[in-house]
Protein backbone atom coordinates (compact mmCIF):
# COMPACT_ATOMS: atom_id res chain seq x y z
CA UNK A 1 0.00 0.00 0.00
CA UNK A 2 1.33 3.14 -0.73
CA UNK A 3 -0.02 7.02 -0.54
CA UNK A 4 2.24 9.72 -2.68
CA UNK A 5 1.51 13.40 -2.53
CA UNK A 6 3.81 15.76 -4.58
CA UNK A 7 2.26 19.37 -5.99
CA UNK A 8 3.96 21.13 -2.24
CA UNK A 9 6.54 23.97 -2.53
CA UNK A 10 7.07 27.65 -1.47
CA UNK A 11 4.34 29.94 -2.78
CA UNK A 12 3.29 33.75 -2.21
CA UNK A 13 0.69 34.64 -0.17
CA UNK A 14 -2.59 34.85 -2.53
CA UNK A 15 -1.28 32.30 -4.80
CA UNK A 16 -2.00 28.68 -6.04
CA UNK A 17 -0.99 25.59 -5.84
CA UNK A 18 -1.96 22.07 -6.30
CA UNK A 19 -1.57 18.92 -4.49
CA UNK A 20 -1.70 15.19 -5.64
CA UNK A 21 -1.84 11.73 -3.58
CA UNK A 22 -0.75 8.64 -6.04
CA UNK A 23 -2.51 5.84 -4.27
CA UNK A 24 -1.62 1.88 -4.84
CA UNK A 25 -2.13 -1.13 -3.04
CA UNK A 26 -5.75 -0.78 -2.40
CA UNK A 27 -9.32 -0.20 -3.72
CA UNK A 28 -9.02 3.31 -4.21
CA UNK A 29 -12.48 3.96 -5.17
CA UNK A 30 -13.98 2.51 -2.22
CA UNK A 31 -12.20 4.45 0.38
CA UNK A 32 -12.94 7.52 2.19
CA UNK A 33 -10.00 10.05 1.43
CA UNK A 34 -9.34 13.09 3.57
CA UNK A 35 -6.26 16.10 3.66
CA UNK A 36 -4.53 16.48 6.60
CA UNK A 37 -2.35 19.04 7.55
CA UNK A 38 0.08 20.11 10.27
CA UNK A 39 1.81 23.11 10.97
CA UNK A 40 5.02 23.57 13.32
CA UNK A 41 4.09 23.06 16.84
CA UNK A 42 0.60 22.28 15.95
CA UNK A 43 -1.47 19.50 15.87
CA UNK A 44 -2.66 17.33 12.95
CA UNK A 45 -5.95 18.53 11.19
CA UNK A 46 -8.28 17.43 8.97
CA UNK A 47 -8.67 20.19 6.26
CA UNK A 48 -11.17 18.36 3.61
CA UNK A 49 -12.62 15.19 2.89
CA UNK A 50 -14.36 13.48 -0.30
CA UNK A 51 -16.73 10.27 -0.09
CA UNK A 52 -16.10 7.10 -1.72
CA UNK A 53 -18.69 6.54 -3.81
CA UNK A 54 -21.00 9.60 -2.98
CA UNK A 55 -17.84 11.71 -3.23
CA UNK A 56 -19.54 13.97 -0.97
CA UNK A 57 -17.08 17.03 0.42
CA UNK A 58 -16.27 18.95 3.71
CA UNK A 59 -14.43 21.79 4.31
CA UNK A 60 -12.98 23.13 7.76
CA UNK A 61 -14.29 26.77 7.96
CA UNK A 62 -10.46 28.16 6.87
CA UNK A 63 -10.39 26.86 4.07
CA UNK A 64 -13.81 27.05 2.69
CA UNK A 65 -14.00 28.70 -0.51
CA UNK A 66 -10.69 28.25 -1.21
CA UNK A 67 -9.79 25.11 -1.57
CA UNK A 68 -11.16 22.18 -3.48
CA UNK A 69 -10.96 18.41 -2.90
CA UNK A 70 -11.20 15.95 -5.77
CA UNK A 71 -10.37 12.11 -6.82
CA UNK A 72 -10.38 10.39 -9.96
CA UNK A 73 -11.13 6.98 -9.38
CA UNK A 74 -9.86 5.60 -12.71
CA UNK A 75 -6.31 7.35 -12.11
CA UNK A 76 -6.02 6.34 -8.14
CA UNK A 77 -5.71 9.73 -7.17
CA UNK A 78 -7.03 12.73 -5.21
CA UNK A 79 -6.26 16.39 -5.14
CA UNK A 80 -6.23 19.69 -3.30
CA UNK A 81 -6.29 22.33 -5.78
CA UNK A 82 -5.44 25.62 -2.82
CA UNK A 83 -6.34 29.04 -4.25
CA UNK A 84 -5.54 32.48 -2.16
CA UNK A 85 -3.30 30.39 0.04
CA UNK A 86 -2.57 32.86 3.56
CA UNK A 87 0.45 32.13 5.48
CA UNK A 88 -1.28 30.48 8.02
CA UNK A 89 -1.90 27.67 5.95
CA UNK A 90 2.11 26.97 5.45
CA UNK A 91 2.14 23.36 6.74
CA UNK A 92 3.02 19.24 6.07
CA UNK A 93 -0.13 18.38 4.10
CA UNK A 94 -0.92 14.38 3.99
CA UNK A 95 -3.21 12.18 2.09
CA UNK A 96 -5.26 9.64 4.06
CA UNK A 97 -7.30 6.98 2.74
CA UNK A 98 -9.54 5.14 5.42
CA UNK A 99 -12.18 1.82 5.50
CA UNK A 100 -12.80 0.78 8.10
CA UNK A 101 -10.65 -1.00 9.75
CA UNK A 102 -8.28 0.03 7.25
CA UNK A 103 -6.53 3.16 7.27
CA UNK A 104 -3.19 4.45 5.35
CA UNK A 105 -0.87 7.65 5.40
CA UNK A 106 1.25 9.30 2.87
CA UNK A 107 5.04 10.22 3.87
CA UNK A 108 3.33 14.55 3.58
CA UNK A 109 4.28 17.24 0.85
CA UNK A 110 5.10 20.58 2.65
CA UNK A 111 3.58 23.65 1.82
CA UNK A 112 5.02 26.87 2.55
CA UNK A 113 2.98 30.29 2.13
CA UNK A 114 5.63 33.73 2.39
CA UNK A 115 6.86 36.28 0.82
Known amino acids: VQLVESGGGLVQPGGSLRLSCAAS????????MRWYRQAPGKERELVAA????????TYIDSVKGRFTISRDNAKNTMFLQMNGLKPEDTAVYYC?????????WGQGTQVTVAS
Open 96 to 104: NARRQPYEY
Open 25 to 32: GFTFSSYY
Open 50 to 57: IGSFDWIT
